[in-house]
């Protein structure tokens, strides 16, 4: 709760929906986490290594490639450079 209190919202309150805090609580704990929170909330030492925030990054790049391309994977292979059985 600190972090979101420490936070300078632009605007009203209302866009922490905005955020993505809305559904971003666990149902079992409806707690939230420091780690479910936009980066722009989180302290920097509790932001993802490299390592960890890439994979996520290429999966949802690939995803909008791939839809860009009408589902043809052939076709967004070309396009990402990589080899098809890449996106299976």
């Known amino acids: 709760m600190e972090v979101l209190r420490a936070y300078h919202w ?33 302290e920097p030492e509790q932001w993802p290594s490299l390592a960890e925030y890439l994979p996520g990054t290429q999966k949802q790049y690939i995803d909008m490639v791939i839809r860009a391309c009408q589902g043809d994977k052939a076709r967004a292979a070309k396009v990402l450079g990589v080899d098809v059985s890449r996106l299976n």
């Open 10 to 42: 632009p605007g009203n309150l209302g866009r922490a929906g905005a955020s993505g805090l809305h559904d971003r609580s666990t149902a079992e704990a409806r707690v939230i986490q420091p780690q479910q929170l936009p980066l722009r909330l989180r």
